[in-house]
C-alpha cells in the first residue's frame, strides 16, 4: 500500500482509470479514521487527549494500491477535484433515453387499451 | 448481497449506517469503464448495502453522496449534512435573481435617457 499525499493521489487515480480503460476495474474506498492503531487510541482516550480524525481514501485496479487521508480543512478542494476526475472519466455509462423509454410506455397502454376495447365490446354482445 | 433499487432509500440508509457505526463504516466504489457498469456498497462488516447501476444520471446523484460522506468522513459523523445539499441549492437561488435584477437596472437606465424614451 502506497501512501501518497492529497494531489499525487489525484493523479495516480487518474493514470488509473486511463489504464482501465479497456480492460480491469478501478476500485475507491472512503473510511472515517485516525490514522491509529485500537492500542494507541484507547491510550489517548484514557489520557484525555483529543483523536484527531481524518477521511482515508484508498483506490486500486486490481494489482497497485494506493492511499491518502484527507483533513476537515481540505476535504472541499479534494472532493471538488475528485468528483472533476469521476466526470471526465466515467463516459462509459448510459445516457437517459427518454424519447426511447417515452414510446416504450406509449406502445404498452396502446396495447392495453385496445385489450379492455376489445373486451367491452364482448360484453355488450353477451347482453341482448 | 443487498441490492437497493431506489436511491433515495439507499442514501438515507447509507447515512444511518455511518452514523451508527463511524468507526466500522466504508463507503466503496467499483467502476468498470469496459462494461460500463458502477457498483456502490456501504458496509459497516455486519449490515451490507449495495446499488448497481449502468446510468449517466446515477453518476450525478453519486457525486452528491461523495460530497456527504467527504464532509462526514473529514469532519465528524455529527456534521450537519444539509449544509451540503442546502449550500447548492442557495448558490443556485441567488445567482438566478442577480440577472433579473441586472436586466432591471439596464432598463431602467436606458429609459432615462431621453431621445431612447421614444424607442420605449
Not at chain 1, 491510550?43 to 494489482?63: F, N, P, Q, S, W
Not at chain 1, 487521508?69 to 472532493?79: P, R, S, T
Not at chain 1, 466526470?87 to 423509454?101: G, H, N
Amino acid at each position: 500500500m502506497v501512501r501518497l499525499q492529497p494531489d499525487p493521489f489525484l493523479n495516480e487515480l487518474t493514470s488509473m482509470f486511463e489504464r482501465t480503460t479497456e480492460k480491469g476495474s478501478v476500485w475507491v474506498t472512503l473510511k472515517h479514521s485516525s490514522d491509529k492503531s485500537k492500542v494507541q487510541r484507547n491510550k489517548m482516550a484514557t489520557a484525555g487527549e483529543e483523536i484527531e480524525y481524518r477521511c482515508l481514501v484508498r483506490a486500486t485496479d486490481g494489482k497497485k494500491n494506493i492511499s491518502t487521508l484527507v483533513g476537515a480543512k481540505d476535504h472541499q478542494k479534494f472532493q471538488a477535484s475528485y468528483a472533476t476526475i469521476l466526470k471526465a472519466r466515467m463516459t462509459a455509462l448510459k445516457k437517459r433515453e427518454r424519447k426511447d423509454k417515452r414510446k416504450a410506455a406509449e406502445a404498452s397502454t396502446a396495447s392495453d387499451n385496445k385489450k379492455h376495447k376489445g373486451t367491452k365490446k364482448r360484453s355488450s354482445a353477451s347482453k341482448p | 448481497m443487498v441490492y437497493i433499487t431506489s436511491w433515495d432509500d439507499f442514501v438515507e440508509r447509507s447515512i444511518h449506517l455511518f452514523r451508527t457505526t463511524p468507526e466500522k463504516t466504508r463507503y466503496v466504489m467499483k467502476y468498470r469503464h469496459c462494461d460500463g457498469k458502477l457498483v456502490l456498497k456501504i458496509t459497516d462488516d455486519k449490515e451490507c448495502i449495495k446499488f448497481k447501476t449502468d446510468q449517466a444520471q446515477d453518476a450525478k446523484k453519486m457525486e452528491t453522496l461523495n460530497n456527504i460522506f467527504f464532509t462526514m468522513m473529514a469532519r465528524g459523523p455529527e456534521v450537519d449534512i444539509t449544509e451540503v445539499t442546502g449550500k447548492e441549492k442557495a448558490e443556485a437561488q441567488p445567482a438566478k435573481k442577480r440577472r433579473g435584477r441586472k436586466q432591471l437596472h439596464l432598463y431602467l437606465s436606458l429609459a432615462s435617457i431621453p431621445f431612447l424614451r421614444e424607442l420605449f
